[in-house]
């Protein structure tokens, strides 16, 4: 990628105590830094245009950093190529997750700017399965063909190709494909995808497979296994159509913790830490970090009776 590590994500804290609790924040939480990078793009071209400026679609998948763009910012999202907003003189940032290429075109046409806030790994895997598609392999996705990521990375092969969701979906790939070339959905888990590959390589003469699983994403499934491994719950905290923060819980499940899936503090169950002697908090990549203390800070009280200092 050309890029130093990102190391904006690691907390210098990660272990507090609350009466007879334990308190875990895993390593690595708050924004990415793709999601970081695109977040001061929205807000420096916001601050810096007298005209509107829209997201095409959620900027991310984190509902309180919609919110506090379009109050802090009067940053709105549009959902369509046809929004009247997007005229002459607005301005579209296209979402971290991407867009097939012709929607950047209809925008220009209309007028608009365009800047393109797609997350880089994302832009790797739509140049990737573009690669595929023009050397005559039959691109396979794997990832959840509802999910915008996808969708735009389906677009970067015309269109020409099958999404794969799970085992259940190979069915849905053509027969007699005898060079298959696959890529894969950013916030995937890695054993997932190895169970789909090894299926395609016996359906397949040549199977060319691109791993383009985030290591952001990586990162995080491993402090997931390591939180769940360390503590009885876990408090989960993302959007809920966040795709990578549904894996953080579905991976600390895997590993015996309960947890608990959280879009904000106030969603949290004391009921079900009622047992609790160790709790770990996991974050999403698109979450912010003052979402993770406040949930932290909430955890704090509750369990130490007494009010965390501003």
């Known amino acids: 990628m050309g890029h130093n590590k990102y190391t904006g994500d690691l907390r210098a804290v990660t272990q507090y105590r609350a009466g007879p609790v334990e308190i875990n924040i895993a390593k690595h939480s708050g924004y990415c830094w793709g999601v970081d990078r695109a977040y001061e793009q929205t807000v420096a071209t916001a601050k810096t245009k007298d005209n509107p400026v829209y997201t095409f679609g959620p900027l991310i998948h984190n509902p309180q950093t919609i919110d506090n763009l379009r109050k802090e910012f009067n940053v709105d999202y549009i959902e369509d190529v046809d929004d009247e907003r997007a005229g002459p003189g607005s301005t579209v940032i296209i979402r971290t ?17 365009v800047i393109d806030a797609t997350c880089p790994y994302v832009r790797v895997t739509q140049n990737y399965a573009q690669l595929l598609h023009k050397q005559k392999y039959y691109v396979v996705i794997i990832g959840d063909p509802k999910h915008p990521e996808v969708i735009s990375i389906l677009a970067y092969a015309k269109g020409e190709g099958t999404v794969i969701k799970g085992m259940d979906d190979l069915y849905k790939i053509p027969k007699n494909k005898r060079r298959m070339g696959v890529v894969v959905q950013s916030t995937l888990i ?7 590959v090894n299926a395609l390589l016996a359906r397949s003469q040549e199977v060319r497979v691109f791993n383009t699983i985030c290591y952001v994403t990586t990162e995080r499934q491993e402090d997931a296994e390591t939180i769940a491994k360390a503590n009885d719950h876990v408090i989960v905290i993302g959007g809920h159509a966040s795709s990578n923060t549904k894996k953080l819980a579905i991976v600390a499940e895997s590993f015996g913790a309960k947890a608990q899936l959280i879009e904000s503090p106030s ?13 770990g908090i996991l974050a999403g990549a698109s979450t912010p970090n003052w979402l993770i203390d406040q949930a932290r800070d909430l955890l704090i009280e509750h369990f130490s009776n007494q009010p965390v200092e501003a």
């Open 190 to 196: 890695l054993k997932k995808v190895n169970e789909i």
């Open 267 to 279: 969603d949290i169950d004391f009921d079900k830490l009622k047992a609790a002697k160790r709790i």
């Open 97 to 113: 997750h991407g867009v097939p290429p012709e929607m950047q075109e209809q925008f220009k046409a209309k007028g608009a700017e």
